[in-house]
């Protein structure tokens, strides 16, 4: 059974960081490429970042690029999104997506 696990959202004020972390069972993510998405309240969920299995070729959003950064743990099976630099427009729950799993999503709320 396959299951991604997303952790490490929080409050925290604009102008800060977090690294969420989406930690995978039952699906290597090494093979396989790996996106965040994220969903503010009233908008459609969106891409932000991706990390391509080979080579880990990192793709952004213009909307966090500079800020974000995307990679990979192989040993640990787990994919991050550091998030530096953080504004209230980034406010939103964020998901993991991987060969048609999704997550279950991890808040994030900057405040100003």
């Given at each position: 059974?396959?299951?991604?696990?997303?952790?490490?959202?929080?409050?925290?004020?604009?102008?800060?960081?977090?690294?969420?972390?989406?930690?995978?069972?039952?699906?290597?993510?090494?093979?396989?490429?790996?996106?965040?998405?994220?969903?503010?309240?009233?908008?459609?969920?969106?891409?932000?970042?991706?990390?391509?299995?080979?080579?880990?070729?990192?793709?952004?959003?213009?909307?966090?690029?500079?800020?974000?950064?995307?990679?990979?743990?192989?040993?640990?099976?787990?994919?991050?999104l550091q998030?530096?630099?953080?504004?209230?427009?980034?406010?939103?729950?964020?998901?993991?997506?991987?060969?048609?799993?999704?997550?279950?999503?991890?808040?994030?709320?900057?405040?100003?």
């Open positions: 059974q396959v299951a991604l696990v997303e952790s490490g959202g929080g409050l925290v004020q604009a102008g800060g960081s977090l690294r969420l972390s989406c930690a995978a069972s039952g699906l290597t993510l090494s093979r396989y490429s790996v996106n965040w998405y994220r969903q503010a309240p009233g908008k459609e969920r969106g891409l932000i970042a991706s990390i391509a299995p080979a080579g880990g070729l990192e793709n952004y959003a213009d909307s966090v690029k500079g800020r974000f950064t995307i990679s990979r743990d192989n040993v640990k099976n787990t994919v991050y998030m530096n630099s953080l504004n209230t427009e980034d406010t939103a729950v964020y998901y993991c997506y991987s060969f048609g799993y999704w997550g279950q999503g991890t808040q994030v709320t900057v405040s100003s």
